[in-house]
């Protein structure tokens, strides 16, 4: 049970739902009571439930527009994803997980998990900037190899968000290699979310 206090001038409450220093809540309708010593003066019905879902995915180099951080030499390389939460009530992403994408190439493991917080408010959609650099392939990472691009044909990239409460998202995208180790050329083949095939030729915003 959430509680929080009222100036005696103010006709606004804050709960804090969701965040690293509370354990969610369980969406669905709620009782909101309010309290004057000790005594409840009103009360009334709300009901949270978010719903969040990916709507695109942008890859710098295709998207420059975008307010990437083109301080760093590997701006290029990195990617976004934008996400909607509709119906009502706040949701949390904690953590993101990266599958076979092209810089989880260069490493010996299949994938790897960044924790990465970000509220999702209700009605409203989030950029969210991916920590790693998805679309490197050489360089950059300390300890990394480059990815033999010669060898690779095709690889299907996947991304899970998760999210809390909710269900998690899940993205996936099929990036075709060419060139050679050191020099590779990425091109995306297709991609698609959970909820519906999404195509793309170029990691465009669409």
């Known amino acids: 049970m959430e509680k929080t206090k009222v100036a005696p001038d103010s006709q606004e409450a804050e709960f804090d739902l969701v965040g690293q220093s509370v354990d969610g809540y369980t969406p669905g309708e709620h009782q909101l009571v309010a309290v004057k010593n000790d005594e409840s003066i009103d009360e009334m019905t709300v009901d949270l439930e978010p719903e969040v879902t990916l709507t695109s995915f942008r890859w710098a180099k295709n998207n420059p527009d975008v307010e990437w951080d083109k301080s760093a030499n590997n701006w290029v390389t990195h990617a976004a994803f934008r996400v909607q939460n509709t ?24 994938g790897q998990t960044f924790d990465h917080t970000k509220t999702l408010p ?12 998805v679309y490197e392939t050489s360089g950059g990472l300390v300890g990394a190899s480059s990815v033999e691009c010669e060898n690779i044909d095709t690889k ?6 998760i999210v809390n409460p909710g269900s998690d998202l899940t993205y996936s995208q099929t990036v075709e290699y060419s060139g050679e180790e050191g020099a590779c050329e990425l091109t995306i083949v297709d991609s698609k979310t959970a909820n519906s095939p999404q195509i793309s030729g170029n990691g465009s915003e669409t």
């Open 87 to 110: 119906v009502s009530g706040p949701a949390i992403r904690t953590r993101t997980r990266w599958r076979h994408a092209p810089f989880v190439l260069r490493t010996d493991e299949e």
């Open 122 to 133: 209700p009605d409203q959609t989030t950029t969210i900037y991916a920590i790693p650099p």
């Open 156 to 161: 299907t990239m996947r991304l899970t968000a």
